[in-house]
């Protein structure tokens, strides 16, 4: 599985969109990006995955890149509870997950 | 849809004894994954089980941890001889390769060893 590189911190202020970046360059044609999160003490949490075309669901929105080198997950308007590390995964279909240190991202009143 | 559970949410034992710990997946999830999570990092990767069959062992898996999932439905995770450095978060995760593959977690099983 190809690995990813993301920020180990970023502050939002609250009501405002989180915009947390993730490379992985050497992505494959077969491997999909995950995002997930992890809120202290619990187990991670789902959050979109996507494998070429942009995605949006009722958590976040995922940017894939036209080379899809590199992502962005969208949260449009942070809230206190979205406090947590995020992480950022490349994985093909049927692979175990392999997560790398993630983002901690704190949202600020 | 309940979730994946995991019990116990913690346990706390003396080095050396054994301990087994239970996750039942969402129920028609074909595969099971189990991690171990240390403070501070990420999640990482055990073993897991397609159906009733370990189809993958990490070279984390030491001889002293044993994973079953003996009818395809729940799983255990046995460690005996328990170690201070097995103190950790014993994660699991379900999902079905008949749709996207998604893999949902627990909430986890926080073992400490003294």
């Known amino acids: 599985d190809a690995k990813t590189t993301q920020p180990p911190s970023m502050d939002c202020a609250e009501g405002r969109a989180a915009n947390l970046p993730c490379n992985h360059s050497?992505?494959?044609?077969?491997?999909?990006v995950y995002w997930y999160r992890q809120i202290h003490s619990q187990g991670p949490q789902y959050i979109i995955h996507?494998?070429?075309n942009n995605e949006t669901n009722e958590m976040a929105s995922l940017i894939i890149t036209e080379d899809r080198k590199s992502s962005t997950l969208i949260l449009p308007h942070a809230t206190l509870r979205d406090t947590a590390v995020y992480y950022c995964?490349?994985?093909?279909?049927?692979?175990?997950?392999?997560f790398g240190a993630g983002t901690r991202l704190t949202v600020k009143p | 849809d309940t979730g994946v559970s995991q019990d116990p949410r913690h346990k706390i034992t003396k080095r050396g004894q054994n301990v087994t710990f239970r996750c039942d997946p969402i129920s028609e999830h074909n595969r099971l994954y189990w991690y171990r999570q240390t403070l501070g990092q990420g999640p990482e990767f055990l073993t897991y089980?397609?159906?009733?069959?370990?189809?993958?062992k990490s070279r984390l898996l030491s001889n002293r941890f044993s994973a079953e999932r003996p009818k395809g439905s729940f799983s255990t995770l046995e460690i005996q001889r328990t170690e201070q450095g097995d103190s950790a978060m014993y994660l699991c995760?379900?999902?079905?390769?008949?749709?996207?593959?998604?893999?949902?977690f627990g909430p986890g099983t926080r073992l400490t060893v003294l």
């Open positions: 995964i490349v994985r093909a279909r049927n692979n175990d997950m392999r």
């Open positions: 996507g494998l070429k």
């Open positions: 050497t992505i494959s044609g077969n491997e999909y």
């Open positions: 089980f397609q159906n009733e069959a370990q189809l993958e």
């Open positions: 995760a379900s999902s079905s390769d008949f749709s996207t593959d998604t893999q949902y």
